[in-house]
């Protein structure tokens, strides 16, 4: 197999995501009616449509369709933002104060949910359309309703009021919060970043650009760095604005929103034409002027969030500002996920000075360890599971708080390694960054994803083997982390979303072409364990059964016990998914393995089980029961109860085990004459049998070990 050329174009046409569904329904028409009359209705309702299909485009949703007065949108698909759900709420606050601005006779209610849908052929299916339709229908007009899962991801955001109606939980948007901390804690511990900023302020460096993947903290750093500078002083006044969304129908809002925190009276010149030049150079005037005369009263720090979102009317004013920006007491931090190569273009064009850039890595482990220590401290959590949770988190700061949050809610005591499960906040992250993946790359990370979270080399190179620029892109965005050239994934949760957006088919199809190549070009000392995986995953049964009893057989006679017993385990699970005819010796097996490791309650369940499956007419089946169920009562030293079961067996005579065992169970009870006499029928009877010859000399040591003295 040299690769698998229809995975792209299934993945475009069917897909499962997380996403999040507007319903925004307009009321007030029949009024209208008659103001307006029937022929300029039509018109009209079209226009406000217009409205507000260019409110969801401009925050990054999709409409899907109009349903007579109302409209339903998606954020998410068919690409994520990595903050849709906020983007849908934030709309749908920018719909409300568009309506009234129409017509003060018109009005808007919304419903809004966030869940995981499927999207095909251009169409999306799932409950939450449903959950955001019931919403819209119960908010009253000029009002919000949202679901649990969205006030999860966004109760930082907006103030929100608790609602509760035959036990369903919902939610009403009240106002967007002006204040927005994502995370506190007191370990976000970044000296040489916070001392090279600090020097670059005190330094009057006009031009500084911050980067850093979404969720490493940028705002924070900034934030606290200039907090910090001011604790002494306060020698700063510190302003930020965004842009991360937008009104629909203003120009220059984030700009008029730090003009009017310095110049609350601010109102630039009404333009007509808002694109022409004239107009242009007016405003940027107007706005730098109000900046720059601030800044003479006290230096002034703009921090520009989500910059490399700008729009172009905004980012024409800060080349004007940056162009006039030489001896004015105003720094400019521009923060952004990675340098937009023509926004650095445009300012260093007019820059009279080098653009500073700070980069900021991921938190070392230490450091998040205290971090999730500190989030956590109302649960109990062992050290294991906190470097899982860290390694989740994959050095991002926002990714291990919410995961914390999102753990703290669900566990009110403690926590395993496998119930740590990715909220839906980073569901939305990780979708932005696999839908910005090339195409080619993604057919490749989605490949590797399906095989497991770590793929040795060869592997990758027998399944897929143009995999080079794949690996290169992976490496360089820390998608994955290479070690002695195996390829493993840096975030277990980005692999779960790899694989979750891959339809059941096409992951059969893929797992079974893993396989098949994998059993044809590829040896080792699990490759049993790996086949029996993708054979699995393929329903394939047969061949996974095979390769999974020769896996447990190696774990069993390498006395790895509790490998083994798992491994016996996912055997029993393929039989019952399969016809079942091997379960009864399978369940032999693992009652065995139950027993040398002590797993009583798990050796019990099995023993019941194999009663109920047991032939009574099958003489081997039975021999093997009563073996089974006698070193359970042995164990658990019920031994009057063994001496029944063993003593009442039909044919004892004619086996030597079952005299051996009753022998054993004779001398637990102290009953020495019984003992020997009974282990020397089993030693006569193994002298019979040449095959026997081992037994023989096992029941010859426990006679010389046990009695020698007696």
């Not at 609602?163 to 009240?174: A, H, P, Q």
């Not at 506190?184 to 005190?202: C, G």
């Not at 390769?547 to 190696?554: E, T, V």
């Not at 030693?683 to 426990?702: P, Q």
Request: net charge neutral.
């Amino acid at each position: 197999m040299t690769n698998i050329p229809f995975f792209s174009i299934i993945l475009i046409v069917r897909e499962k995501r997380l996403a999040t569904i507007l319903y925004a329904d307009l009321t007030g028409f029949t009024e209208l009616t008659s103001t307006l009359g029937p022929e300029r209705i039509a018109e009209f309702v079209n226009e406000c449509f217009r409205t507000l299909d260019s409110i969801i485009h401009i925050h990054d949703g999709t409409v899907l369709r109009h349903e007579g007065d109302r409209v339903m949108a998606i954020f998410g698909f068919p690409k994520s933002h990595g903050y849709d759900s906020y983007s849908a709420v934030l709309s749908g606050l920018r719909i409300l104060e568009a309506t009234k601005e129409i017509t003060q006779s018109m009005g808007t209610h919304l419903g809004i949910a966030t869940g995981e849908v499927i999207c095909e052929d251009g169409n999306v299916y799932g409950p939450v359309i449903d959950t955001a339709s019931l919403l819209e229908e119960k908010a009253p007009v000029g009002e919000i309703f949202i679901d649990k899962n969205c006030y999860e991801l966004n109760k930082n955001f907006f103030d929100c009021e608790r609602l509760l109606e035959n036990n369903n939980e919902f939610y009403k948007i009240l106002t967007e919060k002006k204040i927005k901390r994502q995370y506190e804690n007191q370990f976000l511990d970044r000296k040489d970043e916070f001392t090279k900023l600090r020097d670059l302020i005190f330094r009057s460096e006009k031009l500084i650009f911050v980067t850093g993947e979404p969720g490493v903290g940028k705002t924070r750093f900034v934030i606290d760095t200039v907090e910090k500078i001011n604790q002494d002083s306060n020698r700063y006044n510190f302003l930020q604005t965004s842009f991360l969304t937008t009104k629909s129908r203003q120009s220059y809002e984030p700009i008029l929103k730090i003009v009017r925190a310095l110049k609350p009276d601010f109102k630039p010149d009404s333009g007509v034409d808002l694109v022409s030049e004239a107009y242009n150079v007016k405003i940027h005037n107007q706005l730098g002027e109000a900046i720059f005369s601030a800044s003479k009263i006290k230096p002034l720090i703009l921090h520009l969030q989500y910059f490399d979102r700008v729009d172009k009317i905004s980012l024409k004013f800060f080349k004007f500002l940056v162009n006039n920006i030489e001896n004015r007491n105003t720094i400019l931090i521009f923060e952004m996920h990675e340098i937009s190569k023509s926004i650095l273009d445009t300012l260093q064009s007019v820059a009279k000075s080098t653009i500073q850039t700070i980069a900021l890595p991921q938190l070392e482990q230490t450091i998040q360890i205290k971090i999730a220590s500190e989030l956590l401290s109302e649960i109990d959590v062992s050290e294991t599971v906190l470097k899982q949770i860290t390694r989740c988190a994959g050095g991002n700061p926002l990714f291990l708080s919410e995961l914390c949050s999102y753990i703290t809610q669900m566990h009110s005591t403690g926590i395993t390694v496998d119930q740590i499960k990715i909220p839906y906040r980073l569901k939305e992250m990780f979708n932005h960054l696999i839908d910005h993946i090339p195409q080619d790359i993604l057919t490749t990370l989605s490949t590797a994803a399906i095989y497991g979270y770590k793929v040795e080399r060869n592997s990758l190179d027998a399944i897929i083997p143009d995999n080079n620029d794949a690996i290169k892109y992976a490496l360089a965005n820390r998608i994955v982390e290479t070690n002695d050239g195996d390829i493993a994934f840096v975030n277990p949760f980005f692999r779960d979303e790899l694989c979750n957006r891959i339809p059941e088919s096409l992951k059969k199809e893929i797992h079974r072409r893993i396989a098949t190549t994998l059993r044809e070009h590829i040896s080792g000392p699990d490759i049993d364990k790996k086949l029996a995986y993708h054979f699995r995953a393929c329903t394939d049964y047969e061949p996974a059964l095979h390769y999974g009893l020769r896996w447990a057989k190696k774990m069993k006679d390498m006395h790895a016990t509790d490998s083994a017993i798992a491994a016996y385990t996912e055997a029993l699970d393929i039989t019952k998914k399969s016809d079942g005819k091997a379960e009864r010796s399978i369940l032999v097996k693992r009652v065995e393995l139950l027993n040398l490791a002590g797993r009583k309650e798990e050796e019990k369940a099995d023993l019941g089980r194999l009663a109920e499956i047991v032939n009574q007419e099958n003489e081997e089946e039975l021999y093997e029961f009563l073996l089974a169920k006698g070193r359970y009562l042995e164990s658990v030293c019920e031994y009057d109860e063994a001496i029944k079961l063993y003593d009442g067996y039909p044919d004892k005579e004619k086996r030597v085990k079952v005299l051996e065992r009753l022998g054993m169970v004779y001398y637990c009870k102290g009953q020495f004459s019984k003992t020997i006499e009974t282990l020397a029928q089993a030693l006569a009877l193994a002298r019979k049998n040449y095959r026997s010859l081992k037994d023989t000399r096992a029941i010859s040591t426990i006679l010389i070990s046990k009695f020698s003295k007696l």
